[in-house]
Every structure is written in structure tokens, then in C-alpha cells.
């Protein structure tokens, strides 16, 4: 089986194609992305390639049997024209299934919620295409979190409007897993799922941090309103608006979500407390 994961500079398609190297070999793995030269690291052919260009994917999906579909970053309306072109690609070089990386979330009133529905709709398309697909909705990545760590120390806090609202987290490895396995199990065909972890509370995730990484952080719990503020002033009016939004939605309880992991990967998602220490390591 040969197959071509888009976007693999980004770190989730890199890390779903380091697994699918391991599941199907490097000569059977290819990749896309805007500048290829940054991913030399991964073994495998990139193509240089552009949501916006439509001959770009026609070389790249040349005798390829499945195509991952890493959502792009764009502006969302643009974003659903960027994937039907690649779905249409994908038709026209006798790709024979897609599968696609959503974002989990039920249907709401934030400010993210432009971005849910341009995921919705590109998952729509897919369906309608006729090729065999499996759709995979992310959790939100822990990830960035732990990143920030530097930040959340200098301030003391972690601080925004989710409440007391629990968010389904992951890692973008434990989706990596799942995603080979979307990609190979046809069994798997004609579903969307949800990639999730175990929901947890802001005031959970603090307690997580002052556990494994010896911290003292508390948690600062704002309203939508002054968090959609505090974020356009210091990150920008859109981004500003997306971030603020996330949060909107784990405080209406909308990113509390039941997983599909262990029927996808065949075993139990890793706890937070396994990915905590895990990163603490």
C-alpha cells in the first residue's frame, strides 16, 4: 500500500509519518509540503506542495492508494476550497480512499466555532466524493500546554474562561497511532471518530503540573468575555478570537467528548498522568 500524507512539516503529519514509515516502510510513504527541504529528517520523498495548487497534489498522489488529509491552517472559508481540491485531485489520480483530520466539538456559539463548521464541511465533502474514507476528530493536543510551561511559571497561573468545563485532551503521537490504523484497517471505512483522551477540568490540569513538574500554579478563571479581550490584545484579532473560542467551548462543555481511541488503536488512550510523566521524562 502506497500512501501520501499531506502537510508532514507540520508536527502532527510528521508524527503520523514517522508511523506509517514504521507500519509501511519508507518506500511506500510520501509526503507534501510547502517546503520540503525542513522535513529531509523524515527518509521519504516530500513533494513540494500548496493547498492552493492543484498540480502540485497531481504529482504527489501519482500511483497512491490512500491519502491523509492533514486540515489546513488557512482561514476557514478558504480552507474548505483548499481540501476540495485535494479531495478532487485525489479523484482524478485514482486515490481510493481518504482520511481526513478533524477537530472534535459540538455545535455552539463561540468564536471557534467558524473553524468547527469549515471541518464539518470538508468532512461532508469527503463523504460525498465517493472514494472509501475514515475521519478522525482530534482532541486538543496537551501538547502546547507543556510548551508554555515558562509562561505559566513566570505568571503563576493558568488563566482563561473554561470553568469548570472538562476538555477531551490527546498528544499528537497517540493520534499518529490511530491515524496508521485509519489508514490501514478498511474495516474502519465509512465512519467519523472521535481521537480522544480522558476529559479533565483546568483546576485538574494545574494539579498535573504542580505534580509532575513541581510547579505551584493556580488556576485563574476569567469570563469569556475579558479572556476574548485579554487574547485579541496580545495575540491578535483572529488568532485572538480562535484561542479565546477553544475555550468558550470547554466551558460550555462541548469539548467533552466520548473517545473512539481504543476501537481505532486496538488499546486504551494513555492517561495524563502516563503522558505527564511520559514528557516529564
Known amino acids: 500500500m502506497k500512501v501520501a500524507i499531506t502537510a508532514v512539516s507540520g508536527e502532527l503529519g510528521s508524527a503520523i509519518a514517522k508511523r506509517a514509515v514504521e507500519k509501511f516502510g519508507k518506500e511506500n510513504v510520501v509526503g507534501t509540503a510547502r517546503t520540503p527541504e525542513k522535513v529531509k529528517s523524515l527518509g521519504i520523498k516530500v513533494f513540494k506542495a500548496d493547498y492552493n495548487s492543484k498540480e502540485d497534489f497531481l504529482k504527489a498522489f501519482q500511483g497512491v492508494e490512500v491519502v491523509l488529509l492533514i486540515s489546513g491552517m488557512g482561514d476557514p472559508d478558504k480552507r474548505i476550497e483548499q481540501h476540495q481540491k485535494v479531495i478532487n485531485v485525489a479523484k482524478e489520480s485514482g486515490v481510493r480512499k481518504i482520511v481526513y483530520t478533524s477537530i472534535i ?48 511559571i513566570k505568571e503563576g497561573e493558568i488563566a482563561n474562561c473554561a470553568a469548570d468545563g472538562k476538555c477531551s485532551y490527546t498528544t499528537r503521537d497517540e493520534l499518529a497511532i490511530a491515524y496508521v490504523q485509519l489508514i490501514q484497517n478498511d474495516s474502519l471505512n465509512g465512519k467519523v471518530y472521535n481521537l480522544v483522551g480522558e476529559a479533565i477540568t483546568q483546576t485538574q490540569l494545574v494539579g498535573y503540573f504542580n505534580k509532575y513538574f513541581n510547579t505551584s500554579l493556580i488556576f485563574n478563571s ?15 484579532e483572529f488568532l485572538g478570537a480562535v484561542i479565546a473560542g477553544i475555550y468558550t467551548k470547554i466551558r460550555n462543555r462541548e469539548f467533552e467528548i466520548e473517545s473512539d481511541f481504543k476501537k481505532i488503536a486496538e488499546r486504551k488512550h494513555k492517561t495524563m498522568a502516563e503522558i505527564f510523566s511520559q514528557f516529564k521524562n
Open 105 to 152: 466539538g459540538k455545535a455552539g456559539n463561540s468564536t471557534f466555532d467558524n473553524i468547527v463548521n469549515s471541518n464539518r464541511q470538508t468532512e461532508q465533502d469527503i463523504i460525498n466524493s465517493g472514494l472509501d474514507y475514515a475521519i478522525g476528530r482530534n482532541g486538543l493536543y496537551i501538547e502546547p500546554d507543556i510548551e508554555y510551561l515558562d509562561k505559566y
Open 222 to 236: 476569567l469570563t469569556p468575555e475579558d479572556y476574548l479581550a485579554w487574547q485579541q490584545k496580545h495575540n491578535g
